[in-house]
């Protein structure tokens, strides 16, 4: 179930990149995508380090995403979760802080 923080900052990202928010409990998959964007936003510990990264796993020709609170630790697990998959790492601002590579077929 999304927290308070998971809908505060999806629905920030949803305003700044002018998309929607599709809920998790209506959807298995990103929280926004627009254009060639996907990004899953993660405010657990475990959300970003398994459930997001699995998530994208079937995903593809799109770049990447998980948004996550502005907090070192968070963003330590974050880099630790997605090292070598292409995913990128935006705050919850939406600054990359890691860019995406587009997995392609």
């Given at each position: 179930?999304?927290?308070?923080?998971?809908?505060?900052?999806?629905?920030?990202?949803?305003?700044?990149?002018?998309?929607?928010?599709?809920?998790?409990?209506?959807?298995?998959?990103?929280?926004?995508?627009?254009?060639?964007?996907?990004?899953?936003v993660e405010?657990?510990?475990?959300?970003?380090?398994?459930?997001?990264?699995?998530?994208?796993?079937?995903?593809?020709?799109?770049?990447?995403?998980?948004?996550?609170?502005?907090?070192?630790?968070?963003?330590?697990?974050?880099?630790?979760?997605?090292?070598?998959?292409?995913?990128?790492?935006?705050?919850?601002?939406?600054?990359?802080?890691?860019?995406a590579r587009?997995?392609?077929?």
């Open positions: 179930m999304p927290t308070y923080d998971h809908d505060r900052i999806a629905m920030r990202l949803a305003r700044k990149f002018n998309t929607t928010y599709t809920t998790h409990w209506s959807h298995k998959g990103p929280d926004i995508q627009y254009g060639e964007v996907a990004i899953a405010t657990a510990d475990d959300g970003i380090s398994t459930k997001a990264p699995a998530e994208f796993a079937r995903l593809v020709g799109k770049n990447r995403y998980i948004a996550v609170p502005a907090d070192e630790w968070k963003i330590k697990l974050a880099r630790q979760a997605v090292d070598g998959t292409g995913i990128g790492i935006m705050d919850e601002n939406g600054e990359v802080l890691v860019e587009k997995i392609t077929l």
